[in-house]
């Protein structure tokens, strides 16, 4: 059984930076498989906001290019998104996922809360 586990998530001040992980399991390779992350703000969908293809490639959606950078380590099977200059807007939950094709299972997220 695949399982996600998001972390990494707080209370940061406007400006401030933060770092997700989201550690795989259960026989999902995060190193060969293209993965996203995806953020669900209060009151609204759930939406990608960056991803990493199978062989490296990365693309980020509007609101966070220029900010974050998405990652992976194949050794921790984890995949990482450090985002920096955050804002409220930047404010929700956040979930990894494949990219493509099927959804794997969708772990709990990690909340991220931009308040002064």
């Known amino acids: 059984q695949v399982q996600l586990v998001e972390s990494g998530g707080g209370l940061v001040p406007p400006g401030g930076s933060l770092t997700l992980s989201c550690a795989a399991s259960?026989?999902?390779?995060?190193?060969?498989?293209?993965m996203g992350w995806y953020r669900q703000p209060p009151g609204k969908q759930r939406e990608l906001i960056a991803d990493i293809t199978y062989d490296g490639r990365t693309h980020y959606e509007v609101p966070l290019k220029g900010r974050a950078t998405i990652s992976r380590d194949a050794a921790k099977n984890t995949l990482y998104l450090h985002m920096n200059n955050l804002n409220h807007e930047d404010t929700g939950v956040y979930f990894c996922n494949s990219r493509y094709g099927s959804w794997l299972p969708w772990g709990s997220g990690t909340q991220v809360t931009v308040s002064s």
């Open positions: 259960g026989g999902i390779d995060i190193g060969t498989t293209a």
